[in-house]
């Protein structure tokens, strides 16, 4: 889907074992990565200062991605000094990066409000897309298992849909990328619908089942038109549960989500679809944020 990423790791989430299975990226289609570290500023003395030795270290590890890389996907380290919501702002006017790929763990949504993380930084900074996977899960696969991901990291997007501002304009951004991408990266894609609160009445009921059908339809047209394998599905029942459901069941790559991180009042008094699923999915997660 995607043919430039930048991978972001602080070496405790398990990304920088990617490293090791560049060829592996490119067969998902990819034709540059990025890996990049921020080492923090040393504070013990007076005035801060770079930590130049962890910055070496910090090259040399990552620079075994340069080893292995075929001809056909170019491959760049940057190690830079500071906190990552100042430093990768900059990799990103760098390079022409059209993805962010980064980890963060589990969380509950008040630790996430409270504690942050990179990734929650990131979709109020910038304007790519960013892939979330658990370390919990990267840490643990073994190197074939690893290989295999790096192949299908976008491969069979689960896309939950509903008609709202949020869900059209992930759907304009998935085929904005998926019209310009490798056709290797996103062959398919599904359409969830999840009708909550359905009703007591079984009229009412069906009525809101057959409208989530044909919009489903509607928007399963408009992906096709550009290539793509698009099957669907309606459920009722809980979003969270359901959509979870749903990627387990289809065998999903990543689940792809929208929401605009710009209204933090909202966030706090309404917490959506998009921040459960940030807190407490365990698939990979593809986030969109509209631009700033």
Not at 86 to 112: A, C, H
Not at 258 to 275: F, G, I, M, Q, V
Request: glycine residues 4%; negative net charge.
């Amino acid at each position: 889907m995607f043919r430039n990423c930048l991978i972001c790791t602080d070496f405790t989430d398990g990304l920088h074992r990617l490293v090791n299975f560049v060829p592996d990226l490119a067969k998902g289609g990819l034709q540059q990565v990025v890996f990049f570290h921020s080492v923090p500023l040393w504070e013990e003395g007076e005035v801060p200062r770079i930590d130049e030795e962890k910055v070496q270290a910090a090259k040399e590890s990552l620079s075994v991605a340069t080893e292995n890389a075929p001809a056909d996907i170019e491959v760049k380290i940057e190690v830079l000094s500071g906190k990552p919501s100042d430093t990768i702002p900059r990799i990103l006017k760098k390079y022409p990066i059209e993805v962010i790929l980064t980890g963060t763990p589990i969380r509950s949504l008040l630790q996430e409000k409270f504690l942050g993380s990179t990734s929650s930084t990131l979709a109020r900074q910038t304007e790519q897309p960013i892939t979330i996977i658990r370390p919990q899960l990267i840490t643990t696969y073994t190197r074939e298992e690893l290989a295999l991901r790096c192949q299908h990291l976008w491969r069979y997007l689960l896309i939950p849909y509903n008609d709202g501002k949020a869900a059209r304009y992930l759907i304009e951004r998935i085929k904005k990328y998926a019209s310009d991408c490798p056709e290797i990266s996103l062959p398919k894609c599904m359409l969830i619908w999840v009708v909550d609160e359905p009703g007591r009445r079984a009229v009412l009921k069906e009525n809101r089942l057959q409208q989530a059908r044909e919009k489903l339809e509607s928007t399963k047209a408009e992906l096709e038109q550009i290539g793509l394998e698009v099957n669907l599905e309606v459920r009722e029942g809980n979003p969270l549960q359901e959509i979870l459901s749903a990627a387990l069941t289809y065998d999903i790559s990543a689940i792809a989500i929208a929401d605009d991180y710009r209204n933090k009042l909202l966030e706090w008094t309404a917490p959506s679809l998009t921040s459960d699923l940030f807190c407490r999915s365990w698939f990979p997660l593809l986030l969109f944020s509209p631009k700033k």
